[in-house]
């Protein structure tokens, strides 16, 4: 019979056995010195290293090795500043985040695109001393992407792709788009509109085409004048994008409205109840997005993606198995989407929606 492998020593059992509480094991685990005595971490530690401790798969020696030198830059595409990250990328940075600091790697913000001098990027003293990695959050201009490049670190491209460059972490948008369509479908809606924003980027071009090929596959189709692409993807372009489907409409609006995001979900609400619609009895509408934006106030959206924090967790973890050396090829990843059925989708309206 083959040996069985022991158990990997959890924080609680080395609690358990020192007689400290799980929180200070878990700060001592993650090289964490201030308030702590000596005697108590270097006992921890001793123990730890002793009974083959090993947090999620990574040596002792190279966590404390890495615990007081090794931070993640990360960078917003243009026109993103720190202050006003869009709400997806607000979770995205937040598994990012969450991941790296289970092993004490911290996240420092490079900049955005359009402020970074991407010549001078690299001879900045961060890069010598303690950035090993780089997550790029949104879609960049490729010249800027392969001025990243030349410094020669690991690269995680997150919401965009560019296959042979660096790894990437991606939502199938296609699958969030049908699972949203043949949602409405099943609920009896055959007159369906688009609001789209962001129309530069690759993401939302997936999005729509995600849309259109999935209505295609039940024989349906967008009108042209509800299918509605603007600049940006805000609460105040969901408004804007409303208006003009109401205003191509009149008295007969489209029942199921796909919006290329929560934000713009929600100005397409706010201006949907101003004149006098009601959601879902009305018109139903659903976000490609899995954000709190969706659930955080009434009427909660119906609404597929992958969540963002889980995007942000797999870019930490390609981060860190490119560090150590474990990755040897560039890793395209694609994430499945969720599902959420929500209070803004209903049956479908039968009648034209007169007097609004």
């Known amino acids: 019979m083959a040996p069985t492998t022991p158990k990997r020593i959890s924080q609680t059992q080395i609690a358990n056995e020192l007689g400290y509480s799980q929180a200070l094991v878990s700060m001592v685990l993650n090289s964490r010195k201030q308030g702590i005595s000596e005697k108590a971490y270097q006992r921890i530690w001793d123990y730890a290293t002793t009974h083959g401790y090993s947090p999620r798969g990574m040596s002792i020696d190279s966590v404390k090795e890495k615990s007081d030198s090794t931070t993640i830059g990360y960078i917003l595409r243009s026109p ?5 990250k869009t709400n997806f990328f607000n979770h995205v940075h937040q598994g990012l985040h969450d991941y790296l600091d289970n092993y004490n790697i911290k996240t420092v913000f ?11 990027l690299p001879k900045l003293e961060i890069f010598n001393s303690s950035v090993k990695g780089v997550a790029i959050l949104g879609e960049v201009q490729p010249k800027f992407l392969e001025g990243i490049r030349k410094i020669g670190l690991p690269i995680v ?4 792709r560019a296959t042979g460059k660096c790894h ?3 939502a199938n948008e296609a699958e969030s788009a049908s699972i949203l369509v043949d949602h409405l479908v099943e609920l009896g809606h055959t007159r369906f509109a688009w609001v789209g924003g962001d129309k530069a980027l690759g993401r939302h071009k997936d999005r729509h085409s995600g849309v259109i090929n999935s209505l295609e596959g039940h024989g349906l189709t967008i009108d042209p004048r509800f299918d509605v692409c603007l600049q940006s993807a805000n609460r105040m372009v969901g408004s804007e994008a409303a208006q003009i489907i109401i205003d191509a409409a009149q008295a007969y609006p489209p029942t199921a409205w796909i919006c290329s995001n929560g934000l713009m979900a929600r100005g397409a609400l706010s201006h949907l109840f101003q ?5 879902p009895r009305d018109i139903s509408v659903t976000a490609i997005d899995m954000t709190n934006v969706c659930i955080e106030e009434k009427p909660m959206i119906t609404c597929a993606s992958a969540a963002g924090e889980d995007m942000g967790s797999e870019a930490g973890r390609l981060l860190i198995d490119s560090t150590e050396g474990h990755v040897k090829a560039l890793i395209d990843i694609t994430l499945p989407s969720k599902f959420r059925d929500l209070d ?13």
Do not use: C, M
Not at 110 to 120: F, P, V
Not at 275 to 279: A, D, K, L, S, T
Not at 344 to 356: N, R
């Open 168 to 170: 990437s972490v991606l």
């Open 110 to 120: 490079l900049g955005a695109e359009d402020n970074i001098d991407i010549d001078q």
């Open 80 to 84: 993103l500043k720190l202050a006003k």
């Open 157 to 160: 491209y997150i919401s965009s």
């Open 275 to 279: 004149n006098g619609y009601r959601v």
């Open 344 to 356: 803004s989708t209903g049956p479908a309206a039968t009648v034209a929606l007169t007097d609004k």
